[in-house]
């Protein structure tokens, strides 16, 4: 992590014509008198409307907000500090904008055939207004993949709160007793995945006395055959049966990505070789009912030929894997990894060609009755959130520039662990204390620092600005997956990024469009300072 990428040619920074005019808006007003008109803050720390705390979360006692920002845990919020001694708080927040979710998912929504059911993973965006979002009044997302506790009662929540109830809770039954938790023709809502499924968390997903979720998992994806023991003991224990897929990690990948977790030695799922014996082992188990198969093989393709043949081979193998074991295939799980591109400008990435892949898609026939659930993350919320950070000061060592950050890898982990060349935009601020000198970079490259004891806190290294001064704001785009959910919140003990409800541009607003589909046009074109 200490070694971000260089580009071969200079980075120049993001011009402001890349930034949406509601996050440059409110990152200039900033700190004001807590959020601006129309402008909803974190649940449970300024309400935004319509929108409770967090699910699953209760406010820690004898901890007081900052305006717009959680406070540290056991400490009151930090006094001064802002723009001019005794201001507000400096400005570190995730801006989100989640009418921009929705788009995503309708656009993907419309790309795939009716047989395709789309469920988003709650791991890349759990902020609550977002999960609604992507619901999109029932055009967006069927469901969500979860794989913890709290991300269940999350994604029930949001499941109720736009009146599509998950599958309630299971009265207890004998063993005798015990049915099938999946009909045929019944539609899931709720898949969970995850390696280390422990007994404490399946009993939460699955045992209808445990937990405090409105509903249970539809779907458990099973990464091995001890974990199988492990639901059929808690299922039995609860009275009913649990519908399982069996996660496969096939011998060859054909598809690149920034992280894979199939065709290699990894910790997801059973070896392909392995099938078989896994499928027996589950069919012989009273409180199994094994519905299909799961794969989720990489994270982050940006190859939509390659994808559509990894869907193929998904659904080839889980037919004939079903047909040799003798069960009846409900569930085909081809999980996520459909990638964007994060650097277009230094590598030439180009998004994921979803008309190539829709239009491939509806040529491929499933089996009737079997659904086939796609889960991506990242390609429906990266785009509906903006990290920005206010510089708190601009230095000079051994010839090189530096701007330390009010936040870093403690808000904005995924540049660094992830090796991303995470470019950034300046959006200047004119206030400042009157008599203070005020370090700044001109026409020059400097290296984004953050506020934490490591040299591995670099978010972006040598990118030339026009100008960076202490004070000014740097806000990066693209942060809408895996930003605030992927942070080291607690490393040493800074106050947690704000996460902020952003208004919707008004009707006749000239305004960067930022949806899936249109990222081509605006990736394709040249960075400027």
């Known amino acids: 992590m200490l070694d971000l990428p260089i580009s071969a040619a200079p980075l120049r920074a993001l011009g402001l014509d890349r930034l949406p005019p509601a996050v440059i808006e409110h990152v200039r007003a900033w700190p004001g008198d807590g959020p601006q008109p129309g402008i909803s803050a974190e649940p449970g720390v300024s309400a935004e409307p319509g929108v409770s705390a967090e699910p699953g979360v209760s406010a820690e006692p004898g901890v007081s907000a900052e305006p717009g920002v959680s406070a540290e845990p056991g400490v009151s919020a930090e006094p001064g500090g802002g723009p001019e001694p005794g201001g507000g708080p400096e400005l570190s927040a995730y801006l989100y904008a989640p009418a ?53 009662a999350l994604a029930t929540d949001a499941l109720a709160r736009a ?24 539609r899931p809502r709720l898949v969970a995945s995850g390696p280390g499924k422990s007994l404490s968390l399946l009993r939460a997903l699955l045992d209808p006395a445990a937990g405090e979720s409105s509903g249970t998992v539809d779907v458990v994806n099973v990464e091995s055959p001890l974990e199988l023991l492990r639901i059929d003991a808690v299922a039995t224990r609860a009275g009913r049966r649990s519908a399982v897929a069996l996660r496969v990690n096939p011998a060859r990948v054909g598809l690149a990505g920034s992280l894979r977790m199939g065709g290699r030695p990894s910790a997801f799922g ?147 662990s992830w090796e991303i060349v995470h470019n950034f935009a300046v959006v200047p601020r004119e206030s400042w204390p009157v008599g203070w000198p005020r370090p700044e970079v001109a026409a020059g490259p400097v290296t984004v620092v953050g506020e934490l004891c490591t040299p591995e806190d670099t978010l972006a290294r040598d990118v ?66």
């Open 100 to 152: 921009v979710a929705a788009r995503a998912a309708v656009d993907l929504r419309r790309h795939l055939p009716p047989w395709a059911h789309l469920y988003f993973a709650v791991k890349a965006n759990s902020f609550p207004p977002v999960l609604d979002a992507l619901l999109a009044g029932g055009h967006g997302v069927d469901g969500f993949e979860i794989s913890s506790a709290r991300e269940l």
């Open 163 to 186: 009146g599509q109830p998950t599958q309630p809770r299971p009265q207890r039954q004998s063993q005798s007793q015990l049915q099938p938790p999946l009909p045929p023709r019944s």
């Open 270 to 416: 059973i070896e392909e070789r392995e099938v078989p014996s896994a499928v027996e082992l589950a069919r012989s188990l009273p409180g199994i009912d094994l519905v299909g198969f799961h794969v989720h093989a990489v994270s982050g393709n940006l190859d939509a030929a390659a994808h559509l043949e990894y869907v193929r081979w998904c659904l080839d193998f889980a037919v004939r894997q079903a047909h040799e074991g003798g069960f009846d295939l409900r569930v085909v799980d081809v999980g996520g990894g459909l990638g964007v591109p994060f650097e277009p400008d230094r590598l030439g990435e180009r998004p994921f060609d979803l008309d190539l892949f829709g239009d491939g898609l509806a040529r491929l026939r499933p089996p009737t009755d079997v659904r086939v659930i796609f889960e991506p993350g990242r390609m429906l919320v990266a785009d509906c959130g903006w990290y920005a950070a206010e510089v708190t000061d601009v230095k000079r060592v051994h010839g090189e520039a530096f701007a330390v950050l009010r936040g870093g890898i403690n808000h904005f982990q995924l540049p660094t």
């Open 464 to 529: 030339t600005v026009d100008r960076l001064r202490a004070g000014d704001v740097v806000v990066f785009p693209m942060a809408g997956a895996y930003g605030y959910e992927f942070a080291m919140h607690e490393f040493l003990g800074h106050p947690r990024a704000a996460r902020i409800v952003l208004p919707p541009p008004a009707p006749d607003r000239s305004a960067p469009d930022l949806s899936a589909s249109d990222r081509s046009a605006r990736d394709s074109s040249t960075a400027t300072g």
